[in-house]
Nanobody
Framework: QAQLVESGGGLVQPGGSLRLSCAASGRTFSGYAMGWFRQGPGKEREFVAAISRSGPSTYYSGSVKGRFTISRDNAKNTVYLQMNSLKPEDTAVYYC????????????????????WGQGTQVTVSS
């Protein structure tokens, strides 16, 4: 399994921006789609965004589309989540995940479409 380490979380005011990073171990990073999920207080884990192996294809949940952007740098084994126009309802622990060999970021995924997970980073949106 890949080791995934998220960073970049913190406290931000409504309307602000944050960029999350996820560094992955191993030499096969470019062979897998990557994704971000989040879990708010008292809520189930939900899908946020996914990106295909080489990055041309992306997929977003409706709640973040137009505000969040997922990207990846395969040379650095890193995937990013740029979050703009943040809202209090975006408050959650954000998790990075590596897709299974069968997932290509071409449909709304289930958590079962991802096989390795990071420990998460807290994002709090509050004034």
């Amino acid at each position: 399994q890949a080791q995934l380490v998220e960073s970049g979380g913190g406290l931000v005011q409504p309307g602000g921006s944050l960029r999350l990073s996820c560094a992955a171990s191993g030499r096969t990073f470019s062979g897998y789609a990557m994704g971000w999920f989040r879990q708010g207080p008292g809520k189930e884990r939900e899908f946020v965004a996914a990106i295909s192996r080489s990055g041309p294809s992306t997929y977003y949940s409706g709640s973040v589309k137009g505000r969040f952007t997922i990207s990846r740098d395969n040379a650095k084994n890193t995937v990013y989540l740029q979050m703009n126009s943040l809202k209090p309802e975006d408050t959650a622990v954000y998790y990075c995940a590596r897709g299974t060999p069968y997932y290509s970021a071409n449909y709304y995924p289930r958590t079962a479409d991802f096989g390795s997970w990071g420990q998460g980073t807290q994002v709090t949106v509050s004034s």
